[in-house]
């Protein structure tokens, strides 16, 4: 092994203590890198909300944030669960969507308190007027996340997680916003800001100023056109369907990461001594602790389990020409090349090798299933299945971007088939278990007793063989049967028959099976591995080709289906969270219309997402990408709740339905902008794989985890941007749609009445 030795100070001079398969720092590093990123948010939120309330409110926003932390840690706590990535992650994505209850309870408090309200009268009505606003955002959000916790399989084991502390951070930041801010607020309270605007006087343009003036404007022209306004937003929306379809970076199940470990697999066919293994490994391993990048390797030589990639990732086992193992050790990430490049250096390097085969994974943190392109091959026509095998192998082999093929066929080899003639060997006299002994003789040897040395605790074996250069096969035929008339030769009544080697044999619902496997390449053009997708797509389309026999079935197995089956699931998951909200939405408004309005913006955040993927050049991740659509489905919606709520107040209030929308807008324009910033900003450091050390002073650009979250990031930024900035002018010209056809209506009418009415 090659590395850092410990010499203890009572150890023979040729015995030092090393670490092999060590994560602690993997563990430390990935709990850094969290904890960065969640403190970059938190001060970025901050400095937002300063920014806009003002220091005072701002602060009593910001106590929220620990006091939901503490609560919903406490909360897993009780429920049995523990720290780990996926739940650091969600106190990340909770920071931004925490502070937003608290937020349109501070800025409404704001609002009465610069309008010459005393604090205590302020927070009282801001807390009688969104208490119900803030719990039916927050049931939409919950609604959202809460189906992701039944993630079944494998994948649901490691992302549920995620979604789960989201809802308890929710859960526990609902209480803050109704109970530890309007406390506190009636207590510590105080206005920066003075004479603003009252919210329920009738609407003026002269006491505006800066961007929602800007806004305020702009909205009241969208107003006046509402079916213009509708048509333009179809066109862009389905303009950037299209532009998706056409130029997207494709898809991949899960994410594509960087590693600090690494097995490397040895295999080599042919009845091979330990030293003739030893020599082999030896060669390989001189190649990969060469390899720059490679910190230590730890070498273990056999076929045993002692590095199993396979049932690690989703397989059943070692290759059965498996001769040799190694766990490789890489530098810290920022020291070396990515994991992919060392690895292909690894492969290029050993195909110079002559008589072995190797094979090279990285060890990830993260739901995985083995190669990138798995086959299950199942027949009850052996000599069908055999040539589907090799045909489908073969062209494997030979596509390119393809690598590391193998399949679990029986490797070539003989084994000798052993028949007795029962009836011969009786009349000859021989009986039957003393052939079997005479014929052990030749093979393994009859064991005749076990011996323990003094110095070990294992039994050794005393076995009885003939000497090596009388055990081999055409010795066979000359070996004598002792009988009571005599030495008789056992070709007299038995045969030995050759027959093809077969080691294991898989059935599946009672047909036999092989699988073949195979890992894709790093494009030389963009230093990237080829997808999966694209490669599996590729060999679908070849195998649809060609005229396989019809009792031949095929299916594509690991990644591919993992990723139709999670693909499943979040289309589901999003469709039982659509209806959960549509369910609460009908509730809080009690008007079809309304709540069909609100869900309009889950598809605009999801047009959104596409098209943010689509301009950073990012590939759609199944489970990151497809939970951050679905975790959209449940933030955005908090934006319009708070503006038709506002609207179905106000109407009651003013005559002017047009004005009372514009009225409506411009007073939650700054809470919506606010909220739909802060979830941006905290997310953003993280899309752009940047983590600032504030206590060590350090910036980190990328790491291990960084790539992990970029997926999930870049969709919420995203989607969110892109819907909230269309919330803004949309969700109010559909709210003036249904009194734009009324005037029509009205016009048309009195146009006909006018017409129809006899001449004086």
């Known amino acids: 092994m090659v590395g850092y030795k410990y010499k203890g100070d009572n150890l023979p001079d040729n015995i030092f203590i090393d670490y092999s398969a060590d994560t602690s720092d993997y563990i430390n590093e990935m709990l850094d890198s969290l904890s960065n990123a969640i403190s970059n948010a938190i001060i970025s939120v901050m400095l937002l909300v300063i920014a806009s309330l003002g220091i005072r409110s701002a602060l009593m926003v910001g106590i929220s944030i620990p006091t939901s932390f503490l609560m919903a840690i406490t909360l897993l706590a009780l429920s ?7 739940v650091m992650f969600g106190l990340l994505v909770s920071v931004g969507l925490l502070v937003d209850g608290s937020i349109v309870m501070v800025e409404y408090a704001d609002r009465k308190m610069a309008e010459g309200l005393d604090r205590k009268a302020a927070y009282t009505q801001a807390y009688k007027r969104m208490i119900w606003p803030i719990i039916s955002s927050t049931a939409t959000t919950l609604a959202a996340f809460l189906p992701l916790v039944l993630w079944p399989g494998i994948p649901g084991q490691f992302m549920k997680w995620m979604p789960f502390m989201v809802s308890l951070v929710l859960v526990s930041s609902l209480f803050s916003a109704l109970i530890f801010i309007p406390v506190m607020g009636s207590l510590f309270g105080k206005t920066e800001q003075k004479n603003k605007i009252k919210l329920d006087e009738e609407f003026n343009f002269g006491k505006l100023k800066g961007i929602t003036l800007s806004y305020a404007r702009l909205l009241e022209k969208c107003l006046k056109r509402p079916v213009m306004v509708l048509v333009s937003a179809v066109l862009i929306v389905f303009s950037l369907i299209v532009l998706y379809t056409n130029f997207n970076a494709g898809s991949q199940y899960s994410v594509d990461t960087d590693s600090n470990q690494m097995l490397v697999h040895i295999n080599a066919r042919g009845n091979l001594s330990p030293e003739e293994k030893l020599n082999l490994s030896v060669d390989v391993e001189e190649i990969v602790m060469t390899t720059d990048g490679v910190d230590r390797v730890l070498t273990s030589i056999g076929s045993g389990d002692g590095f199993n990639v396979y049932s690690a990732m989703g397989g059943s086992g070692n290759r059965t020409d498996q001769i040799a193992s190694l766990m490789v050790e890489l530098k810290p990430v920022h020291e070396r ?6 690895k292909d250096d690894i492969l290029s390097n050993s195909k110079l090798l002559p008589g072995i085969i190797v094979e090279a994974y990285k ?11 798995q086959m299950e091959v199942t027949s009850n026509n052996q000599d069908n299945l055999e040539k589907v095998t090799r045909l489908i192998t073969s062209k494997l082999e030979n596509m390119d971007g393809i690598q590391e093929v193998d399949n679990t066929m029986p490797l070539p080899g003989i084994e000798w088939i052993i028949n007795v003639d029962r009836e011969l060997a009786g009349r000859f006299g021989a009986d039957i278990s003393t052939i079997g002994a005479i014929v052990q003789l030749v093979t393994n040897g009859i064991l005749v007793d076990k011996y323990r040395p003094d110095n070990s605790d294992d039994e050794v074996d005393i076995r009885v063989r003939f000497p090596e250069e009388y055990r081999m096969i055409e010795e066979f035929d000359q070996l004598r049967i002792p009988t009571s008339e005599g030495a008789v030769p056992i070709s007299n009544f038995v045969t030995r028959t050759p027959s093809a080697k077969v080691s294991t044999i898989e059935r599946l619902d009672g047909l036999r099976i092989f699988k073949i496997r195979a890992n894709t390449a790093i494009d030389p053009s963009t230093g990237k591995k080829f997808l999966a997708v694209d490669k599996s797509n590729e060999l679908k389309e070849w195998i649809s080709e060609q005229n396989l026999p019809k009792d031949v079935i095929i299916k594509f197995a690991g990644a591919d289906e993992e990723r139709e089956e999670s693909a499943a699931f979040l289309g589901n998951a999003m469709i039982g969270a659509l209806f959960l909200m549509f369910i609460i939405l009908l509730t809080q408004f009690n008007s079809f219309y309304q709540a069909a309005i609100t869900l309009s913006t889950v598809i605009l955040s999801t047009i959104g997402a596409l098209t943010g993927l689509m301009i950073v050049g990012q590939y759609f991740s199944v489970i990151m990408t497809g ?9 955005i919606v908090n934006n319009s709740i708070v503006l038709i709520d506002t609207y179905n107040r106000l109407r009651l209030q003013h005559d002017d339905p047009l004005e009372t929308i514009l009225h409506s807008a411009v007073q939650r324009f700054r809470p919506i902008v606010l909220t739909t910033a802060t979830t941006m900003i905290a997310l953003i450091p993280v899309a752009l794989q940047i983590t600032i050390g504030w206590f060590d002073r350090s910036i980190e650009f990328g790491g291990l985890m960084a790539a992990w979250w970029v ?9 969110l941007g892109f819907s909230s900035i269309l919330t803004l002018f949309l969700v109010p010209t559909l709210l003036s749609m249904p009194l734009y056809f009324k005037n029509k209506k009205h016009k048309v009418l009195n146009f006909f009445t006018k017409k129809t009415q006899p001449a004086e």
């Open 363 to 373: 060890i990830e943190n993260k739901p995985d299933t083995g190669k990138d392109i």
């Open 627 to 635: 939970l951050g659509i679905v975790s959209l489905a449940g933030i």
């Open 711 to 719: 997926p999930f990031s870049t969709a919420v930024i995203w989607g």
């Open 337 to 342: 090349r990515s994991a992919d490049k060392i």
């Open 80 to 86: 049995g669960g523990y720290i780990n990535m996926m």
